[in-house]
């Protein structure tokens, strides 16, 4: 069995509710660990969700070429053939889990997590893609990246929703 191929196949409302199920779960999950904890399942997280990113877009992969630079042109495919919005999704889909976990991975200290987040991802992407372009691993594109950092964005913006909640319930108990 194909798990890749399995992954892509499901239906689109599947993959949509385990992509809200996965960010709430985390979001309000993460909020029950403080400091060393979070960060050790941050680094975890991290390092499994990089490890699943390898397995769908270098491992395992046929050999086969090509280059597609001009931005926002799966959209334009997409009007003649609907799977390309499925492609584009899963490629979301697939970072959501690095922007989830990198901004809780990296030290406390350090500011500005989600913007680190979404850079890191636009360059993992982008090494991807120069990857999968040099050893001729499938098609690179512009679009790929483009929706592999917008994954990358709406994971990272859990850090930001799970630190309002906190600070809204340390509010509250302050008023009580």
Not at 10 to 24: K, W
Not at 53 to 58: K, R, V
Not at 70 to 87: C, G
Not at 142 to 168: C, E, K, P
Request: glycine share 8%.
């Amino acid at each position: 069995m194909n798990f890749r191929r399995e992954f892509y196949i499901q239906p689109f409302f599947m993959v949509v509710t385990e992509m809200i199920l996965m960010y709430v779960i985390w979001t309000f999950g993460i909020m029950l660990f403080k400091g060393r904890q979070r960060r050790i399942i941050g680094v975890c997280f991290f390092a499994l969700s990089l490890g699943v990113i390898a397995l769908f877009t270098i491992f395992g992969r046929s050999n086969s070429a090509g280059l597609s630079l001009v931005p926002f042109v799966t959209f334009q495919r997409a009007k003649l053939n609907a799977e390309f919005y499925r492609s584009m999704f899963m490629n979301v889909f697939l970072f959501v889990p690095f922007g989830l976990s990198l901004p809780n991975a990296l030290p406390r200290k350090i500011k500005h997590k989600v913007i680190i987040t979404v850079l890191a991802g636009l360059l993992v992407s982008a090494g991807i893609e120069a990857c999968q372009y040099y050893f001729r691993l499938g098609l690179c594109e512009t679009d790929d990246v483009i929706m592999n950092t917008l994954g990358a964005f709406i994971g990272a913006t859990s850090y930001l929703l799970g630190n309002a909640v906190l600070r809204l319930n340390q509010r509250i108990r302050k008023n009580d």
